[in-house]
């Protein structure tokens, strides 16, 4: 294993662990945030959802943009 796939491989596990962990507190929070307004409380579960694909786009284009640089 070299230095860039040891790399890539950490910065995989922490993002499966933090959004891990932010998606087992996301049914509580929608649920309270659901008392004060349904919508809300739609968009926020949405978002929670959607920011793990995001993230990940996101490290795709940094790694694309640093290849092409090389």
């Known amino acids: 294993m070299n230095a860039g796939n040891r790399s890539s491989a ?7 662990l933090g959004f891990g962990l ?3 507190g996301l049914p509580k929070l929608v ?4 008392d004060y307004s349904p919508v ?5 579960g949405t978002v929670g959802i959607m ?3 995001i993230v990940l786009w996101l490290r795709a284009r940094h790694q694309r943009r640093r ?3 090389k």
């Open 40 to 44: 809300l409380a739609a968009v926020v």
């Open 31 to 34: 649920l309270w945030i659901g």
């Open 67 to 69: 290849d092409s640089s």
């Open 10 to 16: 950490i910065a995989a596990l922490a993002i499966v």
């Open 22 to 24: 932010v998606l087992l």
């Open 51 to 53: 920011s793990f694909f």
